[in-house]
């Protein structure tokens, strides 16, 4: 099992650890999953994302080769932003969804999801050989810190973020990068720095009376409060953009045809009958219903899946994405929890609304 930078804090703080994408990370903490949500949402969590992967493509082709990779124009996007898209395969099945960063006219970082890393790796190499450029792994300790005290914290810490808006980014030491996003649905930033440097500068953050460290369950619960997809749950390989509800990432211009990989599947799909959906549900019991319950209409009959569930904290109540048949009628929509027929109804998303600094 391997390790972050940061395990050893963890550990003096009291985690409890569990495996996740092959290493050993911190489930949560003495202070409880709930405290940690809130303290979120009220202040400031720290949360180690050091089992991403940073990938750095750079050269003359690096926008076409991203741009091959990706359903966007990446010559169109200004140097210091980031843009939220994914990688499709053939059929344009979502290989993974991910942050591309432009840090100069030829140099671009993409933020791969742990599980996925080693296949996004091996996918933009073999399509990198058509193209000049490098393609570096870029070894980093990676820290989000997210809620509505990050900013000062950041402030503190020596890191001046406060002119930076929702996803732009900036590399303010050598071998650092800092953008404003985050998975939580509040104002926050992402911290990637050298693994020898993680340690120390989580040190610092932690002793603003604002900080906590959080651990991955509240990072789950906070995510889905947010109406945030999970690669791995509410998307894979066999779900396309529009089936996910994503397709607002992929630009008008390229769902009718393009040079990615995947369009022309994605352009025959957008063209036909759309199957399946992404949809908000609140559970009318107080019982959460977690991920993999089969959903069923009022005759019985599959109309679909849970994909994410849980209870949410901040919303005070029981929360769930699902994917459905499109046909389906909403009003009668059931969870199958271990037999029992729980009615659901349909829920606006985010269910907890967002507070990013646009």
């Not at 089992?51 to 990706?70: D, F, I, K, N, Y």
């Not at 006219?105 to 890393?117: G, H, K, S, T, W």
């Not at 957008?270 to 009022?298: C, H, N």
Request: charged share 25%; proline share 6%; hydrophobic share 40%.
């Amino acid at each position: 099992m391997k390790k972050t930078p940061f395990h050893s804090q963890h550990a003096e703080a009291g985690a409890k650890f569990g495996p996740f994408a092959g290493y050993d990370m911190p489930l949560f903490y003495p202070l409880g999953i709930m405290k940690e949500h809130q303290h979120t949402r009220e202040k400031a969590g720290l949360f180690d994302i050091s089992h991403m992967v940073h990938v750095e493509v750079r050269g003359p082709q690096a926008a076409a080769l991203v741009s091959r990779a990706c359903p966007y124009e990446a010559a169109e996007q200004a140097p210091g932003t980031g843009k939220y898209t994914f990688m499709l395969n053939e059929n344009a099945g979502i290989i993974d969804d991910l942050i591309v960063s432009r840090l100069a006219e030829d140099r671009f970082l993409i933020v791969a999801n742990a599980a996925c890393a080693e296949k996004d790796v091996a996918h933009i190499r073999n399509l990198a050989s058509g193209f000049d450029v490098a393609v570096d792994i870029i070894p980093r300790a990676f820290l989000a810190l997210q809620g509505p005290a990050a900013e000062s914290v950041m402030q503190s810490a020596g890191l001046d973020v406060a002119d930076m808006a929702f996803m732009t980014v900036a590399e303010p030491n050598s071998g650092w990068f800092v953008s404003r996003s985050g998975y939580t649905g509040e104002d926050g930033f992402e911290i990637g720095l050298p693994p020898g440097e993680g340690p120390d500068f989580a040190a610092k953050l932690l002793a603003d009376g604002n900080v906590e460290w959080i651990g991955l369950g509240a990072r789950d619960s906070l995510r889905l409060e947010a109406g945030l997809p999970l690669y791995g749950q509410d998307m894979d390989e066999t779900v396309l953009p529009h089936e996910a509800g994503l397709i607002w990432a992929v630009p008008k211009s390229l769902r009718e045809s393009g040079d990615y990989v995947g369009a022309e599947a994605l352009s025959a799909a957008l063209k036909g009958e759309k199957k399946r959906k992404r949809i908000g549900l609140k559970p009318k019991e107080k019982m959460p219903v977690r991920g993999g319950a089969k959903l069923t209409d009022g005759d019985g009959r599959q109309i679909g899946t849970i994909t994410s569930g849980g209870f949410g904290p901040t919303l005070g109540g029981p929360m769930a994405l699902g994917r459905i048949v499109t046909n389906a009628d909403e009003n009668k929509i059931f969870a199958d929890v271990r037999g029992r027929g729980i009615a659901m109804e349909p829920a606006k998303l985010p269910f907890v609304p967002h507070r990013y600094k646009r």
